[in-house]
């Protein structure tokens, strides 16, 4: 895949900003600035097509988004991708595929449960209504996420276990809905039946909210939906 013109992705150039934030990008369709890694890369393959890369490592230059698929939908439909586009690459308009928003969408949920995977082989997830329930008790948890179609008092059970852990009885605060059913979490885990799920490693839960808050604010999901579920 190449990338022409815009900025420079090069791992040994790129400097973390104060405070551990990553470096800043423009969205080309809006102006504004964000963090790279709450923003969309897109890159150009060597036949012109544009292409999301949501992990932003392909070579050489990209173009960056800091909108949602809806807005996203609009400024195709209305020719301001590609105009955009053209700026940002300095060249000829790109061709922009027309279920480029579905691709990215894609894209975004593969980033997800790659990420959720990686935990998974890394020793860090905890799985199992007990055992989370156990942890959460404890106090030791930093998040705790539940499959889309989890049923309620599951959840509520140990959400309640997780409020009195961590001193926050009456808050009412609780884990993530994350936008999977148990089916693609039990594919995505290699495990039977996966319902709920937590995390005690604080990176760790930073990482998997970094890919869940990326999908969700790309779908424009409300915010009580996109809060992610660590402390």
């Known amino acids: 895949m190449r990338t022409p013109n815009n900025e420079s992705l090069t791992p040994t150039t790129e400097r973390t900003r ?15 600035h964000g963090e790279r890694d709450e923003l969309i890369r897109l890159a150009i393959s060597p036949d012109g097509d544009v292409l999301p890369d949501p992990r932003a490592r392909a070579p050489g230059r990209g ?3 800091g909108v949602s698929r809806a807005e996203l939908e609009t400024a195709i439909a209305k020719g301001k991708l590609k105009g955009a586009l053209a700026r940002a690459f300095k060249s000829a308009p790109p061709r922009v595929p027309d279920d480029l928003p579905a691709q990215i969408d894609a894209g975004l949920l593969r980033t997800l449960t790659d990420r959720l995977g990686l935990e998974m082989r890394s020793g860090h997830l905890i799985l199992g209504s007990e055992r989370i ?6 106090g030791v948890l930093a998040a ?4 889309a179609d989890a049923s309620d008092g599951g959840a509520a059970k140990l959400d309640q276990a997780w409020r009195v852990g961590s001193d926050r009885e009456g ?9 999977l059913d148990r089916a693609a979490l039990s594919v995505a885990l290699g495990r039977d039946n996966v319902v709920h799920l937590a ?12 890919a869940l808050t990326r999908l969700l604010q790309y779908r424009n999901a409300s915010a009580d939906v996109s809060e992610a579920g660590a402390a």
């Open 18 to 32: 104060p405070g551990g934030k990553s470096p800043e990008r423009k969205c080309i369709l809006t102006g504004r």
């Open 63 to 65: 173009a960056w988004l």
């Open 133 to 138: 329930a156990e942890h959460a008790r404890g």
């Open 144 to 147: 705790l996420y539940h499959a």
């Open 171 to 179: 808050s009412g605060e609780g884990g993530t809905r994350l936008p």
């Open 199 to 210: 995390l005690a490693d604080h990176a760790a839960a930073e990482r998997v909210d970094q």
